[in-house]
């Protein structure tokens, strides 16, 4: 069930309804099995057999997280049980995830050797869908328990009500325990505020996947699939338009994500903070998939000693967590070539010391406008990230190869023809409009209609909620990127 269909239209207000009069009752495990009962309808949806994983990731790590804590009672470390749960949910995705690209690299490396063998062993596996968010998620629960830092629950229902909590289920922000799983063993209280701020996450939401990402699709397809017939000027079209769709694509579920959890009671983590105005690398990743990349800090970089172990160390750990969040994100060495690309974008500015500066400022701090050093900040940064998207959009190595080659080599000027049609000037009015209201709401991703006229108010939603009707077609199967992953 996608959050732009007409379907989740229908089963989120039926969910909400029945959710606060369950809540009148002050019964918590009955509010949360009614949680739970709708996350398992939403997620089993798109393939009931797919419930099976997701039930056993619960069951696991629920039983390795009770089971380190009563080794750690008795002084002992829990080191086992908390290997049997990294393996498991490693192996989850190993096998689901990565088998056939396993598979695949090995008979590629036989082959350079002289020797060809058929590729028999691969499978017809069915990628479950939200399977590397949740897993991280469930992981994160019983690490957090092995350091100290949270105890585990007693409550099954609350833990698998955490790990399947509906709205950020398939695509993140992936949770920890200490934030959510504790809002699960709360009383939550209708709040009207809060409520309206949900709806206008959700509508802002919706119109940067329906309006913006959906919008500009066809093009970005389109020349994707047909790069080796155009020119440079429409491939630089190409791969800046992807790098909006990726955005309003994602950002867009978070926000409806957010939205829809604030509609019952729950606060859940930004995962988007504008990053297309980040001054650098490190700000962008400080702004981008936050979920994931301070997942990748806390378990990954951290342990590995982080940047307290010296440069020559502190740049292997960087190249690791790279590595991993490019792998992460899918079985194809495109993904791991996209992350080693941000590595080498990174370690000039940690070398620099410059990877900690934007930290808590949002570019034009205190004026209206970006300075002309931070303009050129932005495009510098804008560039090296859609230079990127290259490797991260294409289908093989090859043919991100001959991309950038085509980039580099065929300067040809040729007007690019919209597959549909349409006039590409209105798209670029479009996203310039888009820009700037980001660029007006940059210091709150959490209120996109933060505005004190009630009459701007009015004509923000009436302009968002036209375009959503407008770009709206219900032929056309527009399921959310980080779907696949």
Known sequence: MLFNSVEYLIFLPTIFVLYWVVAKFNNLKVQNALVLMASYVFYGLWDWRFLFLILASTIVDYVMGLAIHREQKQHKSGRLFLWCSIVFNVSLLGFF???????????????LFGYSIQSTWTLNIILPVGISFYTFQTMSYSLDIYYKRIKPTKSLLNFATFVAFFPQLVAGPIERASNLLGQMTRKRT????????????ILWGLFKKMVIADGIAPMVDDIFAHYDAFSASTLVLGVTLFSFQVYGDFSGYSDIAIGTAKLFGIELMSNFRFPNFSRNVAEYWQRWHTSLSTWFRHYLYIPLGGSRVGKLKSIR?????????????????????????????????????????????????NTFLPSFKE??????????????RIFFRSES??????????????????????????????????????????FLIRKDERNPFKFKSRFVRFWAYTLVIFSILLFYDDGIDRSFIYFQF
């Open 317 to 365: 750990n960087i190249c690791i967590v790279f590595l991993v969040s490019g792998f992460w994100h899918g079985a194809n060495w495109t993904f791991i070539f996209w992350g080693a690309f941000h590595a080498l974008a990174y370690i000039p500015v940690f070398l620099m010391g410059r990877n900690t500066i934007y930290k808590n400022t949002v570019v034009a701090q």
């Open 375 to 388: 303009i050129g900040q932005l495009f510098a940064t804008f560039s090296i990230v859609t230079f990127s």
């Open 97 to 111: 995830k990565y088998y056939n690209f396993f598979v695949g690299s090995f008979v590629d490396m036989i082959d």
């Open 190 to 201: 209708f709040k009207y505020e809060q409520i309206v701020e949900g709806l206008k996450l």
């Open 397 to 438: 190595l090859n043919d991100s190869f001959i991309f950038i080659q085509r980039l580099f080599t065929d300067f040809r000027w040729e007007p690019y023809i919209h597959p549909m049609g349409y006039r590409l000037v209105d798209y670029f009015v479009l996203l310039g409009l888009f820009v700037i209201y980001e």
